[in-house]
């Protein structure tokens, strides 16, 4: 008798370690489930703020691209905007110890890698450079933190954005833009407008005042 109580308090046991078992495992899971949603939404999150941040920039380094007489100069490198923080080389650190080197990201919007590109990658035709020979050559116009072209209490802004300019495929009186901006979590976006002078025929256009032709995020 006393010995099938010992058994049956034996398999009582071995259940009940098996169902925290089971109860445990689900938490886990309940929890890692919980935490990739969390990281998910911080990543989205991160990803549509740095479309903003590029787009800001953008904005802020036509201001400088409309008054320039002479888009020529630009696009050769000449002039560059008044937003420009230090060396326009080196590598830059953000908050979150990622690193960001400012040459490389000429050569990658140029020809996809960190070196120098050569004038054969250059022309190379691929789908976001269609046009051979007049692909854009992106010359690097404005860089910096964004949080230096706002109000003193929006100094947690932890974005930093980078302009490059360049002769548009068009030909001569357009100009090609290229936004950048990096953040958090590796976020990172880009933008892209294409500008032309206006042709004069309104009350409202002068024939210099720039006319925005197309605007697109680079995915």
Not at 35 to 60: C, G, H, K, P, W
Not at 155 to 180: N, Q, S
């Amino acid at each position: 008798m006393r010995g099938g109580l010992a058994r049956d308090r034996g398999a009582a046991l071995v259940m009940v370690i098996m169902a925290l078992f089971l109860l445990t495992s689900l938490s886990v899971a309940l929890l890692l489930s919980s935490s990739a949603e969390v990281m998910t939404a911080a990543n989205f999150t991160n990803q549509r703020a740095a479309v903003y941040a590029a787009d800001a920039i953008l904005e802020r380094a036509m201001i400088d691209i409309a008054a320039a007489p002479d888009w020529g100069a630009l696009t050769a490198g000449v002039v560059g905007s008044s937003f420009a923080e230090g060396p326009a080389a080196g590598v830059r650190a953000l908050a979150d110890g990622t690193e960001i080197d400012i040459g490389a990201i000429v050569n990658r919007a140029g020809c996809h890698k960190r070196s120098a590109c050569s004038d054969a990658e250059l022309d190379a035709v691929t789908p976001d450079r269609p046009w051979g020979a007049r692909n854009p050559r992106w010359r690097l116009y404005a860089y910096g933190w964004l949080r230096d072209l706002l109000p003193a209490a929006a100094g947690g802004v932890p974005w930093y954005v980078a302009v490059m300019v360049a002769e548009h495929p068009l030909g001569v009186g357009a100009i090609a833009v290229r936004a950048e901006a990096f953040g958090p979590r590796s976020a990172h976006s880009v933008v892209e407008l294409t500008a032309a002078r206006g042709n004069g025929d309104t009350d409202y256009n002068d024939g210099t005042t720039p006319r925005t032709i197309s605007w697109r995020e680079v995915r």
